[in-house]
Structures are given as C-alpha cells and as structure tokens.
C-alpha cells in the first residue's frame, strides 16, 4: 500500500513599490489544504479581505471533518467530488463574511480578494478559483496552466477581441470580472485533477506572472529540487523584473511512497466527509 507524501514552500513578498502586503497564504500539507490570496481595497482593506478569506476555507473544511453533516453553503455540484463540493462551500463562506464585513464598515467599503485553492484528497486535487491568482501543474518537464483568469483581458482574448500579445500590451490587466467579497454571491471555478508521483504544484499571485514568464518559472522549478528555495528564487526574480506588486508563491510536491500506520490514520482524519447539501 502506498501514501502521498506532500512537501512544499511558501513566500509572499511586499515588492518594491507597494506600501502594504496584501497577499496571504495558507499552507497544511497534513491537511493537503493549499490557499494564495491577493487582496484589493483601499487602506489596508485588502489585507483584511484576503487574511478573512484565508483564515475561513481552513475552518469550513476542518468544521467539515469534524460534523460530516455539516451542511454545505450554495448547491452540491454532483459533477464534482464531496471534496470539490466542500471547497467551494468554504469559498461561499468567505465571500459571504468578507462583503459582510465590507457593507458594515466604511472603512472596509468594496474590498475583496482572490483565491486558488487546491485541496489534495486520496489521488485527486480539487481546485477552486475566483479571480487572477493562478495554479500551474508541472509534470513531465512541463508547465500546465491549470486556472483561467477572471478578468476583463481573459475575457477579450477569450472573445477573440485581443491576440495574446496585444494582452500583453494592454493597460487593463488587473481589471477582474470576479473577486470574493465583491458582490453577495460569488461563481467559484471549480475543476478536479488526478495527480501523480512527483507532480509540482504552483499557486501564485499576479505578482510573479506580471514579471515572470512560464518559462522561467518551469525552468526555476525543475532546477532547484527544494521547494522552500524554489519559492525564494521566484520572489527574488519577481522583484529583479520590478518587483511592481506583491507577490506569494506556494510551491507544493507530491510523492508517493510505502504507507505506514500514521499515513492511514491521517488518510482517515482528513478525507473529505459525504455530500450533504443544503
């Protein structure tokens, strides 16, 4: 019998010309549970908007595994697993408490935030997204981009409105369509992937994609084994491209190996619990 043995690294850096960090990141290889927050709001609003959102997707899923009957927030999707389900519960909960919190404090008046989310469960990882953060899978000497951007640029390549370069070129790269927090309800791009042994998994903010190209990224990762420093190399080549946002990095490994008594134990505690939707 085999287990997955999950390392990772993690960073987030402020840039070099922003005043605030308004990332966050949540990291539990226990768990399997991976989370990249970008914040948006003035006065420190997206800090809160993205540490909020941080802190409730961990809770959710571990209220979960505590009360299997925990009911889930929004319709269960039977495309997708109870794991794929119970994600985007969480994610439906941190919009709910962020634009809350935003609409009874002036101070915090539209803010909102991203997220990539990436749960690991038996062979699969459950992904849900809102917003411009990305995940990449690298497999095979490959890097696959795993996330569609929400955004008004996405959304005019996608129409055809726009070439990928003139994308590049555009003035509106940070314009979202979708953000937490925003609006009452939020759509939550769900999708679902079988890992394998040795897949690398990239969550990012916008920060390293605006200076850091996929290649350069693939390259970074294959080239440096450890991912704590694979995370530094790509904060410090984010800021030698400008270092013009915030930028996090949560680099996550998977390996399979022999499973012991403590590996089944953990399997247990943390597989995610039956549908039970609302």
Known sequence: MHAWHITHGAASDIGLTRRHNEDCFHADPVAGLFLVCDGMGGHRAGEVASSRTVALIPQHVAAAAAAPTLPLLGPAQPEWSAATNRLASAVRLAN???HQEAAHNPAYAGMGTTVVAVWL??????????GDSRLYLIRDQ?????TRDHSLLQEQVH???LT???AMRSAHK?????AVGIHPLV???????????GDLFLLCSDGLTAGVSADTILRVLLDTPDPQAAANRLIALSNDAGGSDNTTVVVVNVMQRNANLWDRLCDRLFTAPPLNPS
Do not use: C, M, Y
């Not at 469960?121 to 809102?130: D, E, F, K, L, Y």
């Not at 490959?142 to 795993?146: E, K, S």
């Open 96 to 98: 709910h408490r962020v």
């Open 121 to 130: 469960t038996g062979a699969r990882v459950s992904i849900a997204h809102v």
């Open 142 to 146: 490959a890097i696959q981009l795993l």
């Open 159 to 161: 129409s055809g409105l």
């Open 164 to 166: 990928d370069a003139e």
């Open 174 to 178: 940070h314009v979202l369509t979708r």
């Open 187 to 197: 759509d939550v791009e769900l999708k679902e992937v079988p890992f394998v042994n």
